[in-house]
């Protein structure tokens, strides 16, 4: 290298490094530190990015066509993260998008959360793979409060449809042996939940598949519109609000003889919405959504101080929620699919405050919404400064001898 070209080097290195202070400075005031005690987080991490179904409407099956070889966290680096970061989650979820028990060390993993006592730590799984030393992990350390099974249908023609697999006897033996060794254990959790995605497709025999998981003994059974919710997608109930508002009839009545298991599901359409355009039944749906999620029993912040984020922003994730897949890349929000950082890499607070987030916070707070942020309608709990902390507060208690 010659003495200009060194030069040019050297000063394109301080610009830039002068930038970054630069840059730092002004958004000094949306900085997070990782010293405090509020447990601001909402955690979500994959450790691994393999599945054994092919979901309708998922975006797995894309995925898996375009050769990816999979990938699983090691143990080292989920050890990482969970050192840095569990201390700050109110609520741990694994996974993200994937199949969390298809990790090769998965009860091990369970067994590193275990060490860090978080408040709320759910795990969502297809339940084929519950079973084993996975299910022991989560029995014995008691470390997984929540533990969501999805099931669509019990019907094995109409499962492997939706699902890809000839999986549907196995899952429901598995989530029966599982609660039965709950029940035996004598111990408190996991409180087990069955996930229900209402499609056309299965929206006729929804009540006999909801009677065959409530005799499973789960705790509760959550029902949601498939996604998206709109008439671009041909399984979304807006293309069928009749037939959906008899099928919610038939499921009160399949509640109203199990009333001793909790059921959520979104509220039947009205007169006034059939007659309406698309769009007007795809806001019902997302608000019907958000209803489901307001049965919880939450524990609700008003924003501003002492909290993490400020008052009347737009969307908390930024401040709230992170979300690192299995190679470390930090996300603010499931919209955004380009890492802000990486935690492997740079460590959490200096990926959690890296440039990007900082903008990112700064565009919020001055209301400048741009590219996912502009084409956002999320009503889940974790973009509502009112909805945090706790997820769900579990009354389920093991039964006397």
Same mark, same amino acid.
């Given at each position: 290298?010659?003495?200009?070209?060194?030069?040019?080097?050297?000063? =394109?290195?301080?610009? @830039?490094?002068?930038?970054? *202070?630069?840059? &730092?400075?002004?958004?000094?005031?949306?900085?997070?530190? !990782? #010293?405090?005690?509020?447990?601001?987080?909402?955690?979500?991490?994959?450790?691994?990015?393999?599945?054994?179904?092919?979901?309708?409407?998922?975006?797995?099956?894309?995925?898996?066509?375009?050769?990816?070889?999979?990938?699983?966290?090691?143990?080292?680096?989920?050890?990482?993260?969970?050192?840095?970061?569990?201390?700050?989650?109110?609520?741990?979820?694994l996974p993200f998008g994937f199949e969390p028990l298809m990790h090769p060390r998965f009860d091990r993993i369970v067994r590193i959360a275990a060490r860090y006592n978080v408040p709320n730590t759910g795990?969502?799984?297809?339940?084929?793979?519950?079973?084993?030393?996975?299910?022991?992990?989560?029995?014995?350390?008691?470390?997984?409060?929540?533990?969501?099974?999805?099931?669509?249908?019990?019907?094995?023609?109409?499962?492997? =449809?939706?699902?890809? @697999?000839?999986?549907?006897? *196995?899952?429901? &033996?598995?989530?029966?042996?599982?609660?039965?060794?709950? !029940? #035996?254990?004598?111990?408190?959790?996991?409180?087990?939940?069955?996930?229900?995605?209402?499609?056309?497709?299965?929206?006729?025999?929804?009540?006999?598949?909801?009677?065959?998981?409530?005799?499973?003994?789960?705790?509760?059974?959550?029902?949601?519109?498939?996604?998206?919710?709109?008439?671009?997608?041909?399984?979304?109930?807006?293309?069928?609000?009749?037939?959906?508002?008899?099928?919610?009839?038939?499921?009160?009545?399949?509640?109203?003889?199990?009333?001793?298991?909790?059921?959520?599901?979104?509220?039947?359409?009205?007169?006034?919405?059939?007659?309406?355009?698309?769009?007007?039944?795809?806001?019902?749906?997302?608000?019907?959504?958000?209803?489901?999620?307001?049965?919880?029993?939450?524990?609700?912040?008003?924003?501003?101080?002492?909290?993490?984020?400020?008052?009347?922003?737009?969307?908390?994730?930024?401040?709230?929620?992170?979300?690192?897949?299995?190679?470390?890349?930090?996300?603010?929000?499931?919209?955004?699919?380009?890492?802000?950082?990486?935690?492997?890499?740079?460590?959490?607070?200096?990926?959690?405050?890296?440039?990007?987030?900082?903008?990112?916070?700064?565009?919020?707070?001055?209301?400048?919404?741009?590219?996912?942020?502009?084409?956002?309608?999320?009503?889940?709990?974790?973009?509502?400064?009112?909805?945090?902390?706790?997820?769900?507060?579990?009354?389920?208690?093991?039964?006397?001898?």
């Amino acid at each position: 290298m010659g003495p200009l070209a060194s030069q040019m080097f050297t000063y =394109q290195r301080i610009r @830039r490094a002068a930038g970054m *202070l630069f840059h &730092r400075a002004v958004f000094s005031q949306h900085l997070m530190t !990782t #010293d405090r005690p509020d447990r601001p987080l909402l955690l979500r991490i994959d450790i691994n990015d393999l599945c054994n179904q092919l979901c309708t409407g998922c975006f797995y099956p894309k995925y898996a066509s375009k050769g990816h070889r999979g990938h699983s966290m090691s143990l080292h680096d989920f050890e990482k993260i969970a050192a840095e970061t569990f201390h700050l989650a109110y609520y741990v979820q694994l996974p993200f998008g994937f199949e969390p028990l298809m990790h090769p060390r998965f009860d091990r993993i369970v067994r590193i959360a275990a060490r860090y006592n978080v408040p709320n730590t759910g795990v969502v799984t297809n339940g084929s793979l519950l079973l084993g030393k996975r299910a022991e992990a989560i029995l014995e350390t008691q470390a997984v409060t929540g533990l969501a099974i999805s099931i669509d249908s019990t019907d094995p023609i109409r499962f492997r =449809q939706l699902r890809g @697999r000839d999986h549907v006897r *196995l899952v429901m &033996r598995n989530a029966e042996t599982f609660i039965r060794a709950r !029940t #035996d254990s004598r111990v408190r959790y996991p409180c087990v939940v069955a996930n229900t995605i209402i499609m056309r497709s299965n929206m006729k025999e929804l009540p006999k598949t909801l009677e065959s998981i409530i005799s499973l003994g789960v705790d509760e059974v959550q029902m949601f519109h498939i996604e998206p919710m709109d008439t671009s997608n041909p399984e979304s109930a807006v293309h069928c609000p009749a037939e959906w508002n008899e099928a919610h009839e038939r499921l009160g009545e399949v509640i109203r003889r199990n009333s001793k298991t909790r059921v959520y599901l979104p509220p039947p359409y009205e007169a006034d919405d059939i007659s309406k355009d698309g769009r007007s039944l795809q806001r019902h749906t997302q608000l019907s959504r958000r209803s489901s999620h307001e049965t919880y029993e939450t524990d609700a912040v008003p924003p501003g101080e002492p909290d993490s984020y400020p008052e009347g922003v737009f969307c908390v994730c930024p401040w709230m929620v992170a979300i690192i897949n299995c190679w470390g890349d930090l996300m603010p929000c499931s919209h955004r699919n380009e890492p802000l950082g990486n935690v492997l890499n740079d460590g959490f607070e200096k990926a959690f405050n890296s440039n990007r987030h900082l903008r990112l916070r700064n565009n919020l707070v001055r209301g400048k919404l741009k590219g996912a942020c502009a084409l956002c309608t999320s009503k889940t709990p974790s973009s509502d400064p009112l909805r945090r902390r706790i997820v769900r507060a579990i009354d389920w208690q093991p039964a006397e001898a």
